[in-house]
């Protein structure tokens, strides 16, 4: 089912089915299909390799400070006793269950992260902007998409999607997973940790949450097991329009989605009790049954800028957070899996819930709707629409529930207050000027950002690329560290005015074949991060269990705080060639911190800077101008004779 949710506005949601069960990597609820039990499961590194390849980035992380080197290293070689046990117990996990490395990263990268999701964790798919001349034009569109939506669903559901290769020399089959999960998840919000929710396959009748303005309703998109004709689900939207703005109790109705955009611990006590009240309870499961939400964003008129580059960062501003709780803020549900915005100004595209897929899976279902769309858009026939009443939904705002709602929505307004986000469309070059070079496209974009990185700030700091893992069952990713000894080398030599060309050319060879060769490792399965992460986890349980008499050194240590905090969090996101006017966009993971996605397209490269005003130390539009910088003197390195 769907949920549509829009600006200003009324709307209900639509759900499925009320009964909603928890998301499980192990065993039977994620199998999809024999197909994924023939992907091999993911091997676990060995522990001398993890050990010396952090050994290796702390390097870089430490600089001069060899102080803090010594110390690391020396609880390094005081892990490697209780580091064998924790591995060999690791490894009997491992052939126990289909994927290891679930049962860890996930609630450390995400569920157990207490930080809102808006900004800090949801990233945004901005779409080609478009016009619409009327409220009319605006909710034609809206209702094609959906229809698009629901047919890619469909698809996954009759497991037609084919198969996916992987794109490097060696092709496998890919784990098809992630797309069976995208559309039946819901994020609980809980004490401690986050629950997700996995929810049944139903033919019967499906609906998405819609909101707008201060409602939220639940529309219809199946039938008795029929998929509903795109007019019918533009005449539910008219009627939703018209709900929203006749009727509902707008005090509350207008800010309940504030619910879902706070501190997680905060939403977990206003949910436990908002569902004292069985008609919250009825509503919210109305909610998280629903397929994907729809957020109908009507304002008024936008005062565009003369940058395109400038326009660019508005739209994805627009749909990470909505400018706050006085604009479009609340006119979202933030722990739904998929949101479709929609504005009256022609910005639209997604706001994303990203513990349940990948970036590419994400994308690969909005260019299968852009192409729907485009295909039948001009075939409206509203006139002969069966007539449908969208649900709207109601709820009962407690007095305990209140203090908590008013505080996650300060929190939340004050987080889109705080981001900066910028965009540099560089059009000079892309990956075919790279690849004529012999280059991986993705290495030299990622050094580009160490160059940048190191020149504005004079150091390099633990940097997250996210690197693929689905050629394995139910892979997610690992984490390719861009910032390595090679890396620092050459930044530190491009700085050195009496270093020679041919020595920059030197070492930025060696830190562009260090960056193939760890990202070899990382969607092969030998990365570090999902280790260590494992074995961290594992000391723990042994010291709870009172097997350890405390966590070992190699965990207390300053060093492995800093290593595993990402104040560079980067990942290419790159679309169709057919396909412009479209990026993903992201916030920092941390206050001192820059988030940075990229699109390399054949002849540009798209980046997306951000980070925190209140931050003194990191500016987005400063970033962007080193990274043009940097661009230019790597292209002037390596065509130089």
Known sequence: MLLIKGFQSKHRPFLLSPHIFKLLYSNTECKQATTTNAIPKP????????????????????????????????????????????????????????NWINRYWLPAMYLQVRLP????SNPAYVFPQQSFNSLHEQLSYTSWLIRGFCDYKDLIDRKLISREVSTGRQKVHMCMEQYDRMFRCYR????????????PITNENEGIECKEHILTFVVFTRLDGLLLSQAEIAKQLEKVVEMSRTGGDQAIDTVITGG??????????FWNFMKEDKRNVEALNWIQSASFGVCLDIQGE??????YENNLAHRGLHLLHGFGKKAAGLNRWYDMSIQIVVASDGTNG???????????????????????????????????????????????????????LQKQIDTFDDLAQDLDLQVLVFDEFGKEFIKSCNISPDGFVQLTMQLAYYRQHGHLVSTYESASMRRFRYGRVDNIRAATPEALRWVQAMQVKNKTKDEKQKLFVEAVKKQAEITLENVTGYGIDNHLCALHTLAKEE?????????????????????????????????????????????????????????????????APSSFKSCPATNAEQFKKSLVDSLHDIQSLITSN
């Open 188 to 199: 609980e919000p809980a004490i401690l940790a986050d629950i997700l929710h996995y929810k």
């Open 43 to 98: 091997p676990v590194p060995s522990l001398e390799h993890t050990l010396k390849r952090y050994l290796e980035y702390v390097s870089v992380i430490v600089g001069n400070d060899q102080t803090k080197l010594l110390h690391t290293e020396k609880a390094v070689a005081e892990f490697r006793n209780i580091g064998a046990r924790l591995q060999e117990k690791l490894e009997k996990i491992a052939h126990e269950e289909d």
């Open 260 to 269: 879902s955009a706070g501190d997680r611990d905060d939403a977990a006590r």
């Open 302 to 307: 936008t005062n565009w800028s003369e940058s």
């Open 117 to 120: 999701l808006p900004v800090n």
């Open 350 to 404: 997604l706001c994303i819930e990203h513990s349940v897929a990948e970036g590419i899976v994400v994308i690969n279902l909005v260019e299968y709707a852009m192409q729907f769309v485009k295909r039948n858009s001009g075939q409206q026939v509203w006139s002969d629409a069966k007539k449908i009443t969208p649900l709207q939904l109601h709820w009962t705002l407690s007095p305990n529930a209140k203090p908590l």
């Open 543 to 607: 010291v709870k269990e009172g097997l350890l008499p405390k966590m070992p050194d190699l965990f207390l240590d300053l060093i492995w705080a800093e290593t595993m905090r990402f104040p560079l969090s980067t990942s290419q996101v790159s679309t169709s060639a057919s396909i412009s006017d479209t990026y993903l966009c992201y916030g920092p993971v941390v206050k001192d911190g820059y988030g940075c996605s990229y699109n390399i397209k054949p002849h540009s490269i798209i980046f």
